[in-house]
Nanobody, 127 residues
Framework: VQLQASGGGLVQAGGSLRLSCVLS????????LGWFRQAPGKERELVAG????????YYADFVKGRFTISRNNAKSTVLLQMNNLMPEDTAVYYCAADARPPRGMTIATMSMEYDFWGQGTQVTVSS
């Protein structure tokens, strides 16, 4: 199983980036997908998640209205469109795949629930 993330970089505050993650070695449509981020000295946190059929999405409060997660099951790709970036968005961003969310949940929010991880891509937002 391999998750290959790309699209990070350096951008000024107010700018945009689009992260992409291509998954291979698994049946893509069977997995819930998430984008996490981890800033230095902080815990890894869920930014956005999307259900298997893309009918449900989850966004952390700090990105609502600015970020959009989407998936293309035919291309085994999950995207994170990030607009109006702020310096506090600076972090390493990781894509992750979850085969079985906890009972009662469509999208798991805890990193421990995710089975496979990408290598991370650095996003740096300058003020």
């Amino acid at each position: 199983v391999q998750l290959q993330a790309s699209g990070g970089g350096l951008v000024q505050a107010g700018g945009s980036l689009r992260l992409s993650c291509v998954l291979s070695g698994l049946t893509f449509s069977n997995y819930v997908l998430g984008w996490f981020r981890q800033a230095p000295g902080k815990e890894r946190e869920l930014v956005a998640g999307i259900s298997r059929s893309a009918t449900s999405t989850y966004y952390a409060d700090f990105v609502k209205g600015r970020f959009t997660i989407s998936r293309n099951n035919a291309k085994s790709t999950v995207l994170l469109q990030m607009n109006n970036l702020m310096p506090e968005d600076t972090a390493v961003y990781y894509c992750a795949a979850d085969a079985r969310p906890p009972r009662g949940m469509t999208i798991a929010t805890m990193s421990m629930e995710y089975d496979f991880w990408g290598q991370g891509t650095q996003v740096t937002v300058s003020s």
